[in-house]
């Protein structure tokens, strides 16, 4: 989490932290950072000082700050925050920032705060002792006994479940449990999962004579053939399933997600390699899961020629079964035969065509080949309550498989489906017993599902989202179209001293831009309010260069993005939504 380069835990966290989260919250904050490298298999790597809230007030490189900024004081009387402005030379860019979180009295720590955060973390280091399934030493045995249970496209946020199994069928490295779950909740408020088959478990001895008492409120409830572990907010929780007198059943690794999914050409790189690309490695597939993997590919009306085939033509090669059924027709299955003919697929229109590969049994796949636009022909609508179910809001296809449309609702509960003007065609409605549509969550779809519900709280344009690029599970998602409305969001970043003074500007359809002067050279920036709270973008961990032109996705408190502009001039900064959570960025010249 943190290492004698750049900033303490401490530090770094006070960027992401919420400028109103109150002292207590950001040292539980800590506390649940902390406990994700002891709790996990392998060797911690931890600096000295973090478990008593270490700060070098802020200084990411400290080699040449000397002891008044290294200080490391294990009486606990101070963490050493805000003890001075760091040295310009290494945290110049972020110097605005340093010195409004220095100035917040939320991130002022005393002795009582780092004696309790020295306490905890020291409860979760005699569990990790005490425990040999949280130090397993051999790769098959985190393969065989260590899973995840909160996760796919529906998980919720905020928290990690992992279970270490050593129950029955299993060597039993631990006599004392069966099984081990740990619950990381890092949302504001508290959370409960659900995992098929647990049974039997109980909060930590350790935990349930914690000085922390908000996680002594741990628990888990039995159900019907599953259980529920219940934690309050900002905690870690361990559980056990205590063994008895002889090994009992644990936990399974792939109770939630079934076995593991193993990629069938393993790193081997697999293309449709034809006519449509000069027979070369041009389209390769990207792999999906569950022994899939696809590729899209803009082909004009013909006939062309073609195999599925990796870059040597011999560890992957596959075709027709022979060359009296080479044809392959679009939306139907065609199985391959390894060193088989080439194949030949009509396109009968201009368009995009994924070419679905299902690799589930890798000696005989089949291929599927379908127009990436799935109603070509044929209007879709959101009808409901807000249009009397009319043929009124028409869903716009945006490529990708993806529709949207916009649509201007009043505030209230508004029932709908997505539907043709046939009502047969297409006819999609709820994929769960739950009909509800929260705003900005995706919701599984199925055919002649149940009427849908959504309730807006505002009168307000709303993007609906219909995503068919897994046919076999349709989503919807619903967005205020406007999604910084109410707030003001600026690039803030070297070119302006960070401050708030380039302001994006809503220009319709989920889109905010500003026009930037810059000088050529690197530019560091985010995409924030004026609390750096309301809104924080920036980029994906280790993706941080934008490049001219080039769509880039943000990351909610993500690190600094950098744009190096090739000449001086005016460049645009593009963000688009609809969603508030997951922004895409363009930077592009103006003259």
């Given at each position: 989490m943190s290492k004698h380069d750049n900033e303490t835990l401490w530090d770094i966290l006070q960027y992401s932290n919420d400028e109103t989260l109150s002292?207590?919250?950001?040292?539980?904050?800590?506390?649940?950072a902390a406990t994700i490298p002891l709790l996990s298999q392998g060797i911690p790597f931890l600096q000295m000082g973090g478990d008593m809230l270490r700060s070098k007030s802020m200084d990411r490189n400290s080699y040449d700050s000397g002891?008044?900024?290294n200080w490391v004081d294990f009486t606990k009387g101070s963490s050493n925050w805000n003890v001075g402005l760091p040295l310009k030379q290494d945290n110049n860019a972020k110097m605005a920032q340093i010195i409004k979180a220095s100035g917040n009295p939320?991130?002022?720590?005393?002795?009582?705060?780092?004696?309790?955060?020295?306490?905890?973390f020291n409860e979760f280091l005699s569990i990790r002792k005490s425990s040999p399934l949280l130090r397993l030493t051999t790769e098959q045995d985190i393969i065989d006994r260590v899973g995840f249970h909160n996760i796919g496209k529906r998980q919720t946020q905020g928290i990690i479940v992992m279970s270490v199994d050593d129950g029955s069928g299993l060597t039993d490295i631990d006599p004392m449990v069966d099984a081990m779950v740990?619950?990381?909740?890092?949302?504001?408020?508290?959370?409960?999962?659900?995992?098929?088959?647990?049974?039997g478990f109980s909060l930590h001895p350790t935990l349930i004579n914690s000085i922390d008492t908000q996680v002594q409120s741990a628990s888990f409830s039995q159900g019907d053939g599953e259980g529920t572990f219940n934690v309050p907010a900002y905690t870690t929780a361990v559980?056990?399933?205590?063994?008895?007198?002889?090994q009992g059943e644990g936990l399974s690794a792939t109770a939630t997600a079934g076995a593991p999914d193993v990629v069938p050409f393993g790193s081997t790189q697999v293309f449709v390699r034809g006519g449509m690309n000069g027979w070369g490695e041009v389209d390769a597939f990207s792999y999906i899961g569950a022994g899939e993997y696809r590729v899209a590919i803009t082909l004009a009306a013909g006939d062309y020629e073609f195999k599925i085939a990796s870059a040597d033509w011999s560890t992957v090669d596959f075709g027709a079964l022979s060359g009296d059924v080479a044809g392959v027709d679009e939306d139907l299955a065609e199985p391959l035969a390894a060193k088989g003919a080439n194949m030949i697929f009509s396109a009968t229109t201009d368009a995009t065509y994924v070419f679905s590969l299902d690799a589930s049994d890798k000696t005989n796949p089949v291929l599927t080949v379908y127009n990436q636009e799935p109603f070509v022909g044929t209007p879709i609508y959101i009808r409901g309550g807000m249009n009397g179910w009319g043929e009124v809001n028409e869903l716009t296809y945006m490529g990708g498989s993806i529709y949207q449309s916009q649509i201007r609702v009043n505030a209230g509960t508004h029932e709908f489906k997505v539907a043709s003007a046939d009502w047969s065609t297409v006819d999609y409605g709820s994929g769960e017993a739950d009909t509800s549509v929260i705003l900005a969550e995706p919701k599984l779809l199925a055919v002649k599902g149940s009427n849908l519900n959504v309730t807006f709280d505002s009168d307000a344009e709303y993007t609906f989202t219909f995503d068919m690029s897994?046919?076999?599970?349709?989503?919807?998602?619903?967005?205020?179209?406007e999604m910084f409305a109410g707030n003001t969001v600026y690039i803030r970043g070297g070119m302006n001293g960070w401050g708030e003074v380039d302001v994006l500007t809503y220009q319709g359809a989920s889109v905010y831009s500003v026009d930037i002067a810059l000088v050529a050279g690197n530019n560091e920036f985010k995409v924030a309010t004026a609390d750096w709270s309301t809104v924080d973008f920036g980029a994906i961990a280790g993706d941080e260069v934008v490049v001219e032109g080039a769509t880039k996705t943000l990351a909610k408190k993500g690190a600094n993005l950098h744009f190096d502009a090739p000449n001086d001039g005016v460049y645009r900064f593009t963000i688009s939504g609809p969603s508030s959570d997951s922004l895409s960025l363009v930077v592009s010249s103006v003259n």
């Open positions: 002292l207590a919250s950001r040292v539980r904050v800590q506390n649940i002891d008044w900024f939320n991130s002022a720590t005393s002795m009582s705060e780092i004696e309790f955060a020295s306490s905890v740990v619950m990381i909740n890092g949302s504001s408020v508290a959370q409960s999962h659900t995992v098929a088959t647990a049974s559980f056990v399933k205590a063994q008895g007198d002889t897994n046919r076999n599970e349709p989503t919807l998602t619903v967005n205020k179209t």
